[in-house]
């Protein structure tokens, strides 16, 4: 007997002994890898690293609500001093700043000082463009910083409706592969520069081709816009910044840096510059007489979502801001750790976020911020958050819960946020000062969606 239950013992503590070595293990490459992707110069050693995180954070990933951790969201309106936030003053000077702050210095990353010049070249006028429906004009925004020798363009497509006498409230965002995938209209001008490799939709070697002209037609819905009184605008997101780890002096971030200088921890991400960028983009409206720039509603799908949220945020000259299924980074609670992770996210696209936002790659729960804080930067303008029900990647409910929890901010302005507490039916639109649909189907812009958004724009510019 006795020599049994020593057996047993012996078993029992080789075998703990055993599998916490293998935690170990586990644990440390995490560590060590984690280490690497931020120390290394070595494309291939970076590249082994964030392969092998990649996996592992993967193979964490859950689809299903039963798996979602237990968790406790930072309060919107609580100052890290720990004083309630009951006025909206408070919410100004002194709340609002500290959330953004956080989310510069942990998530997204500041914009450091420089200095730049700008200037616009108008490339194309055309008065009868889509059948005499629009006016198209094409508008070079040239950016440069004389100090370091950087520069930058960001190529406009501006459709303005010709059926109402401006200025036009509007549309803005950033598209995924180019001006031209946006409509068939054979008059825009093909975008030259680097783009992801897309075979499907037909860009080769890096570039786009005819073949992509119009591919996105349905993501755009420019004629419903343009018939319901809008302008639309857009600029391919990689004249910003290309999509791609290691691109950045190809973009918006070489004004700051040059070719040598060197991003700090807390510094901006693409996302922030591409965010950076549709204020570039807002600068330009600006100076337009055909647009109404009290009335530009920026919006984005995907991870072109993540950072029209994050210019909302940051630039409140936008007056509404719309997320389409923006998921992990974007409109969802990051803590429910349900389909894409901040781990998962940082070690798929590596140049998204700032370097400090790997501190949090499993650790969700450690943020001091979570995506309703983002949306609560909003408040009190109006907010549309769109999710897709078959698109768990991003979390539909993860996005609603976060809208949901942003309302507090916005009662505090005596606005109703969302008007519902619990997540609606598929396909039954709410609309307070923040809207908020489940459409069915998955990851995508459709007509569907466009339909909510010119009807929540309708009743918030008051046409
Ligand atoms: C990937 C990524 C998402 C992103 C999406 C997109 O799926 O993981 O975070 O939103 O691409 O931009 O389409």
Redesign the pocket.
Known sequence: MNRIFLLLTLFTVSFTLHANAQMNTVADTVRHYENLMQTTDQPEEFERARSWLNRYYRDQVTRVEEDVPVYVLPDPLRLDRGHRVDNTETWVRQRRPEILEQFRTHVYGRVPEFDYDTSYQIQSVDEHALGGLATRKQVRVELANRSNGSDATIDLLIYLPNSVDGPVPVFMGLNFYGNHTIHKDEGIILSENWMRPNETIGIRNNRATEETRGYYTERWQVEDVLQRGYAVVTAYAGDVEPDEHGRMRQGVRALAYGETGKLAGDEWGTLAAWAWGLGRMMDYLETDEGIDHQKVAVLG??????AALWAGATDERFSIVISN??????AALSRRRLG?TVG??NT??PHWFCDNHNEFNGREADLPVDQHMLLALIAPRPLYVASAVEDT??DPKGEFLSAAEASPVYRLYDLEGLPVTTQPEVDQPVMGTIGYHVRSGG?AVTAYDWQQYLEFADRHFGK
């Open positions: 799908h995907s991870r072109l979502g993540k299924n923006s998921g992990c980074g974007g894409e998962v996210i798929s696209f990647w991003a990851h």
